[in-house]
């Protein structure tokens, strides 16, 4: 399984209503964290469950469901976390 594959079912968990992952590692090529062979991702996840938590607290929800990955297959991942009614605006 690809990492993108991998890093939708491991985000799976937090029921997103949309989700885009995005492989940046090609940018980061020669960069001490894509020597080990992990990737650089951008992550873009609209899910209910972020309703009423601050930035912080929905960033800890996505490296929570990311754990695994981020010791084998991530290197960085940045994060734009939002609730449906934020999508929409």
Known sequence: ????????????????????????????????????????????IVASGFEGLTALKRHQLVYKALAGLLETDIHAVAIQAKTPAEADR
């Open 1 to 44: 399984m690809d990492r993108i594959a991998l890093i939708e079912q491991a985000l799976a968990a937090l029921s997103p209503h949309a989700l885009s992952i995005r492989d940046d590692s090609q940018k980061h090529a020669g960069h001490a964290g894509a020597r080990d062979g992990r990737g650089h991702f951008s992550v873009s």
